[in-house]
């Protein structure tokens, strides 16, 4: 198992611009995440989805947007990039139905913008 | 609305000393979770703790849940500069209709200096 794999790993955007970030699981996972961390701070959860075709804001919603129409990928939209958006963001993925809701994050995605 | 603190958020210790990280939370849960994070790395899963009383160990690191105290420790014995990271502790929150979330910490940077 890859487990929970995010591109890219690295991303400058100028104001303005958009770009999507990638997240694909392959545990099968009904649950995933999108979080932000700011330099030495915790996370910030933007976005989750309870299954496909579900998605719902976090406390930090503004200036993203999220689809889910497979259970493997949970890709988050940046429309009109901000400084303020420069961060790493992580996704991650639980299956609380089964368990515990233990989430396994991948790598995460450095952004800057400019 | 379910808080988590942790305490202390910053500490630098020697090696071969012991320390405790505290995790305190506001509303009852029975699910608590601590995670690693290395510097510029992701988040990785340490323990998971079920019910009160729940004790878990790996290495120099043990981990305890007090559920009617509402509060877990993370106990580090004879610390070695490799412990050196941010430690979190989330708790589950329970939602409608068998739905979870987790709720973070703010995280503890741990320095160990030899």
């Known amino acids: 198992n890859a487990g929970v794999t995010q591109t890219p790993k690295f991303r400058i955007l100028k104001i303005g611009q958009s770009m999507t970030l990638q997240c694909t699981q392959d545990m099968n996972h009904n649950y995933m995440y999108w979080y932000r961390q700011d330099p030495g701070m915790g996370l910030k959860l933007i976005y989750y989805?309870?299954?496909?075709?579900?998605?719902d804001k976090g406390e930090v919603p503004n200036g993203y947007n999220v689809s889910r129409s497979t259970t493997e990928d949970f890709p988050l939209r940046l429309e009109l990039a901000a400084p303020s958006q420069t961060s790493v963001y992580f996704c991650a993925s639980s299956y609380p139905g089964q368990g515990p809701n233990e989430q396994f994050f991948g790598p995460g995605t450095r952004l800057t913008v400019l | 609305e379910l808080k988590v603190e942790q305490n202390p958020l910053f500490l630098s210790m020697q090696e071969g000393k012991n320390y405790t990280i505290y995790c305190n939370y506001s509303t009852t849960s029975d699910r608590l979770y601590w995670y690693r994070q290395d510097p510029g790395k992701s988040l990785e899963s340490l323990f998971v703790l079920l019910s009160n009383g729940a004790v878990k160990q790996e290495g120099r690191l043990m981990a305890s849940l007090d559920t009617k105290a509402r509060l877990s420790t993370l106990h580090i014995t004879a610390a070695v500069h490799d412990l050196s990271a941010t430690y979190f502790c989330?708790?589950?929150?329970?939602?409608?209709?068998?739905?979870?979330?987790?709720?973070w910490g703010a995280g503890t940077k741990l320095i160990i200096k030899p």
């Open positions: 989330a708790v589950d929150q329970y939602l409608m209709d068998s739905n979870y979330q987790l709720i």
């Open positions: 989805s309870v299954g496909a075709g579900i998605t």
